[in-house]
Nanobody, 124 residues
Framework: QVQLVESGGGVVQAGGSLRLSCAASGRTVSGYAMGWFRQAPGKEREIVAAISCCDRTTGYADSVRGRFTISRDNAKNTVYLQMDSLKPEDTAVYFC?????????????????WGQGTQVTVSS
C-alpha cells in the first residue's frame, strides 16, 4: 500500500509561486504514474498534471499548461508540482495520487492511492 503526504501549500499573492511536494512511503512509486489534482469549494476534483513512471512524459490541464510543472525524483520517492504565475482561480486543495501504470494518464479513475491534500490560497 502506498501512503502519500503532500506539503508546501500556503497563501500567496497572485503572480507568485509555490512548490508542492508529495512524499511516498510504504513502497516505491518508481513504477507508478503520478498525478496532481485539485478541488475548489463547490467544485469537482480535477486533474492538474500527471507524469509517467520512467521517461518523464507529462500531461497538463489546459488551465495550467505553461504555468505549472510536474516532476519527480524516484530516488527520493517524491513528486513535485512547481506552480508559477498563480491566479486566484488556482485556489483549491491540492492532492497527490498514484496510478499503478507506467505510462502517463490523465484519467482520474486510474489513480488508486491518494494523499490527504494541502491547501493553496491565491489572493488577488
Amino acid at each position: 500500500q502506498v501512503q502519500l503526504v503532500e506539503s508546501g501549500g500556503g497563501v500567496v499573492q497572485a503572480g507568485g509561486s509555490l512548490r508542492l511536494s508529495c512524499a511516498a512511503s510504504g513502497r516505491t512509486v518508481s513504477g507508478y504514474a503520478m498525478g496532481w489534482f485539485r478541488q475548489a469549494p463547490g467544485k469537482e476534483r480535477e486533474i492538474v498534471a500527471a507524469i509517467s513512471c520512467c521517461d518523464r512524459t507529462t500531461g497538463y490541464a489546459d488551465s495550467v499548461r505553461g504555468r505549472f510543472t510536474i516532476s519527480r525524483d524516484n530516488a527520493k520517492n517524491t513528486v513535485y508540482l512547481q506552480m508559477d504565475s498563480l491566479k486566484p482561480e488556482d485556489t483549491a486543495v491540492y492532492f497527490c495520487a498514484a496510478a499503478p501504470y507506467q505510462l502517463v494518464t490523465m484519467n482520474t479513475a486510474d489513480f488508486k492511492s491518494w494523499g490527504q491534500g494541502t491547501q493553496v490560497t491565491v489572493s488577488s
